[in-house]
């Protein structure tokens, strides 16, 4: 088994990566402004993309270098440019309007999240000496970051980015924490992310042609 | 449909082989079919099968109406299969990381089928679905992480520790934390896509806006799949950390299930999502049984699946016809069904009484065996609960459907042109009828040696 030391460069790198992106997830939870979301996830997968790199010049990992520009081209360009295209210029989708609480109170209960998320993968409750430790926690917080994001808006086109956070969240735990993660299987999600952001793409652009406003709070008429 | 056709004879066939067979695999373990999976591909497939009959003539019924253009026809079409041979696949693969993959995709064609009408209420309910179950699907996989985790300290390769088989034999030496985590997860993550309670809300919108075939498939094959996956884990954690953790979980997303189902079935409305509501229960059921546990619990858990597919499947294509002569969803906008349109009242009516458990039909017998397996368990208090929420369930579905049935109404104009598609609308009816019914009577030899086969790999 391959081990990643926490006081190697690769390691300290890896660390830092992880806190930059657990710092653009909460840049997302802080921000009001359609364009920022999609520039703070592009900047996000970008990271990620450089973390991946990071773990593929450790593990010597070809596949690990073919995900790292697979990320950097899809998640980091392609995917923030086609909502910005398709949906905020086409949709002239500037504010977002549709938060259930405040700035402030989503940031607060962002912490707690990210404490708990310290809480329950203390280093000393997993196996040692896989990798970096801090990792594990770090995207178990993006994760609980990604769906609080998903719970306070309401706003179609957010929840769909706060759903790609949470996905990101996981990606940081495959590459990093299990660098050895079957190759077919990263692929395979990868091809998912892709189709799903595709087909919410329609159906986003559907929701705001048949309603005036693409809100999930305007999504009253299916109940009980 | 003759793919269906194709797929529910090999899925026979592998069921029949695999009884007296060691599990087939393949391709580092990528593809795995055991009894199990055999078992659930019978499942999948049977109700494909059914759904694909029903789908001809339900949709040449849109077409000729003019609510469906031809090209929402092949979309349909090639969604459909897309949908059917994705859980398929899923449920042949033994690496747990494929799974979710498979799993998800299928979520992504089938979110496609929801929003097919492409009206803003079948829009938004694909939207809360494909968002829902994205997300949940997500956390499956963060579980699925931890469980690769826990398995670091094994010596396996990398392909291995996620492949079931692998795990399973090596379970007493993987890490009790992350495994715990692993298994949380997993139930939230793939929960959502069985619809156990809090995470069903997806489920009646998009099994009441989807076409009532691909509702069908919705809520006898999909769940289902989740449902198969929920197992894999269990097997696992079971051997590691013994059946007190996983029971008590189970048994909490169970009985939560089963009583939101119950409470949210009173609401007298649209009777398809009366009948999504009564997925909701039976998954639950389904939960309550493999967290009673022991022999008698995960056979009832089995058994139970395959009768409540083929009875829902029944219920939903005979739905489907209702609400094309119709057309309404509202339960209070249709009497007098018997009369009117005998084949899909006596559907209905024949599918209520057996998706209620009642005697002659084959999901008596499996919520029996459920029941037993709560005394024999657990102390006789649960068992008791449950029995009191099938009760309500019984009087509240039961009240919806005989208003439906009985009573005297205008007969609606037949939306079919020609015989062949009648006839496309009858058989499948009547061939889940007759096969719940056989169930419910006598279970063949075969399909008991597959369901003990099956216990036995997983305990």
């Known amino acids: ?224 | 449909m003759a793919g269906a056709l194709v797929s529910l004879a090999a899925a026979i066939a592998l069921l029949a082989a695999q009884v007296h067979h060691p599990p087939l695999s393949g391709w580092a373990g990528f593809l795995y079919v055991d009894t199990l999976s055999g078992f659930f591909l019978l499942t999948v497939a049977g109700v494909t099968t059914l759904a694909a009959a029903g789908s001809v003539g339900y949709l040449s019924a849109e077409e000729d109406s003019g609510r469906f253009t031809a090209f929402q026809v092949r979309l349909y079409f090639s969604f459909f299969g897309l949908f059917a041979s994705l859980m398929l696949a899923s449920l042949e693969t033994g690496n747990l990381g494929l799974l979710f993959v498979l799993v998800e995709a299928s979520t992504l064609a089938s979110a496609a089928l929801v929003g097919l009408e492409g009206k803003a209420r079948s829009l938004e309910a694909a939207w809360k679905y494909v968002i829902i179950s994205s997300l949940g699907v997500t956390i499956a996989l963060a579980g699925t992480l931890f469980l690769f985790y826990a398995g670091s300290a094994l010596h396996l390769t990398s392909d291995q520790r996620l492949t079931w088989p692998y795990l399973f034999a090596h379970a007493a030496s993987l890490a009790p934390q992350p495994l715990r985590l692993a298994f949380l997860l997993a139930v939230v993550g793939y929960g959502t896509k069985v619809g156990l309670a809090p995470m069903h809300t997806w489920l009646p919108d998009a099994h009441a806006e989807a076409p009532s075939p691909a509702s069908a498939m919705l809520s006898a094959a999909l769940l289902n799949t989740g449902m198969y996956a929920i197992i894999r884990f269990l097997a696992i954690t079971q051997a590691r950390l013994g059946t007190t953790f996983p029971h008590v979980m189970l048994l909490t997303f169970g009985f939560a299930s089963v009583l939101i189902g119950v409470l949210f079935m009173v609401r007298r409305g649209n009777f398809k999502r009366l009948f999504a509501y009564s997925s909701v229960e039976h998954m639950g059921i389904i939960a309550v049984a493999l967290g009673f546990g022991g022999v008698l619990g995960l056979y009832g858990a089995l058994l139970h699946t395959l009768n409540h597919a083929i009875a829902k499947a029944v219920l939903f294509l005979g739905s489907g016809d209702v609400s094309q002569r119709y057309r309404t969803r509202e339960a209070a906008g249709v009497s007098g069904l018997l009369t009117a349109v005998p084949v899909a009242g006596g559907a209905l009516l024949l599918g209520s009484l057996a998706v209620l458990g009642s005697p002659p039909f084959g999901l008596f017998l499996s919520e029996l065996t459920i029941v037993r397996a709560g005394f024999a368990q657990v102390s006789p208090a649960l068992p008791l609960v449950l029995l009191g929420l099938l009760a309500v369930a019984f009087v509240a579905f039961a009240r919806t459907t005989l208003g439906m049935v009985t009573g005297a109404g205008p007969a609606p104009p037949d939306p079919y042109q020609g015989r062949a598609a009648h006839w496309g609308r009858v058989v499948p009816l009547a061939v889940g009828l007759v096969a719940l019914l056989a169930l419910g009577l006598w279970i063949p030899a075969g399909l008991n040696t597959a369901i003990m086969h099956s216990l036995a790999a997983i305990r």
């Open chain 1, 1 to 224: 088994m391959e081990k990643l030391a926490a006081t190697s460069a690769a390691g300290v790198l890896l660390d830092l990566s992880g806190v930059l992106i657990l710092l653009l997830a909460f840049a997302c939870l802080g921000s009001k402004l359609f364009n920022r979301y999609v520039a703070y996830y592009g900047a996000q997968s970008v990271v990620l993309s450089f973390a991946a790199g990071v773990a593929a010049w450790t593990f010597h990992s070809v596949e690990l270098w073919i995900l790292a520009a697979l990320t950097f081209a899809i998640k980091g360009i392609g995917i923030p440019l086609a909502t910005r295209r398709l949906l905020l210029r086409r949709l002239a989708l500037a504010r977002d309007t549709a938060i259930s609480t405040g700035l402030s109170t989503s940031l607060i209960a962002g912490g707690a999240l990210t404490a708990f998320a310290y809480l329950v993968t203390r280093p000393q409750l997993l196996p040692h000496g896989v990798v970096a430790a801090a990792v594990v926690p770090l995207s178990t917080a993006v994760i609980l970051l990604g769906a609080l994001a998903m719970v306070v808006r309401r706003h179609t086109v957010a929840q769909l980015i706060g759903w790609l956070i949470v996905e990101n969240g996981v990606f940081l735990g495959a590459i990093t924490l299990v660098a050895t993660f079957p190759f077919i299987v990263e692929a395979g999600i990868f091809l998912d992310i892709a189709a799903g952001v595709l087909i919410m793409l329609v159906f986003v652009s559907g929701i705001t042609r048949e309603l005036a406003e693409a809100s999930a709070a305007e999504l009253r008429g299916l109940r009980g």
